[in-house]
């Protein structure tokens, strides 16, 4: 009930004929992915730890191993919570075929967050007969800013803007890019 591991070999069949071999993606040959989350009454500990092997016939390739840990505290009451957490992101690869510099890249940045919400709840509607929320959430996240332009983007992607992206700490989906912020986010969903 606390980890996970997962394995796989991905690959893809590009099938527009107008895709440059340089944009086409990486195949994952293998990848491996140990999650674990343990969390006390007021402590959390969350460990996310990935190692991918991405190949393909042009450009640079290689090896990237991913590791966050994170430390929380979770104060929580009915109808409000407050988590304030710290946390060690690593990122190092090895690679094949650089384009400039070193074959061996690496990146460690810190991310501190606070989290925190209410929940409003009435009854509604005539004789009570659902309920109604109104839920006032904020994020806080700090992130340093550290230079990455070395570091090779095999598959980190800039999200659409939704509701579940506006509570993420990280501007990208993927670890090759880490943007640095000191933003506040907050919203209310009913």
Known sequence: ??????????????IDPLIAPADEPYERVPQLVFAGRWLGRHFGF???TELVNF??????TGW???????????FARSGMYLTPAVAWRQTNY???????GDDTLDRGLPV?????????????????????TLEPRL????????????????????????LVQLFRKYQ?????????????????TT
């Open 1 to 14: 009930p606390y980890w996970s591991l997962r394995t796989r070999f991905q690959n893809y069949q590009t």
């Open 46 to 48: 969350d460990s996310t």
């Open 55 to 60: 190949d393909r016939d042009v450009g640079t």
């Open 64 to 74: 990237r191993l991913d590791a966050t840990q994170e430390i929380s505290m979770r």
């Open 94 to 100: 090895w690679l094949d075929q650089p384009v400039q």
């Open 112 to 132: 501190a967050s606070l989290d925190g919400g209410l929940r409003f709840e009435r009854l509604a509607g005539e004789g009570g007969t659902w309920i109604q």
């Open 139 to 162: 994020l806080y996240v700090n992130v340093p800013f550290e230079d990455q332009t070395e570091l090779p983007v095999f598959d980190t992607i800039v999200p659409d803007f939704n």
């Open 172 to 188: 990208y989906v993927g670890p090759d890019r880490i943007a640095d912020t000191d933003q506040l986010s907050f919203g209310v």
